[in-house]
């Protein structure tokens, strides 16, 4: 079940989480968490197994669309469905007709395995292809 880790955004296993969100150094993981304190739009949840805080997922509804910002699974928990798991229930929650991410290459293979449709932004930065990934919510059939 995904907890809401916005309040205690600032202790360490959450930076550890950021690290492997956003290019792994103190200042852009401090810019990732400023940006959750400074935007009441942004949503940020956590996945515990047991005490053990294994997974975060941070997003933000915008119109009919859910946009991924963040998320990452400690390294040792990967491959394991947390990553989906998290995306499920976000989905489950907030109920979007479309989720949306960016990526660069390394976890582009996640979300396509997961159902996303993947199309190349190019090199955004020198060297660094990004990818923008897209799952349309199919609609449930209504009950009769």
Known sequence: MLLNIKSYI??????ELFSYAVFPDDRSVEEAVQAYESNDAWQLYG???GELLV???GYEKSGNDLVIRHISVIPENRG???GRGMILEAMT???PER???????EAVDFYRNIGFIVHSLG???PGTERFRCVF???DEPEEE
């Open 55 to 57: 997974g975060m997922i």
């Open 80 to 82: 394991l469905g947390y």
């Open 123 to 125: 090199e955004q930065y």
């Open 10 to 15: 600032r202790k360490p296993q959450v930076a």
């Open 93 to 95: 929650k907030e109920k």
């Open 47 to 49: 996945y515990e197994d």
């Open 99 to 105: 989720v949306i991410a960016e990526t660069d290459e």
């Open 136 to 138: 349309e919510v199919e």
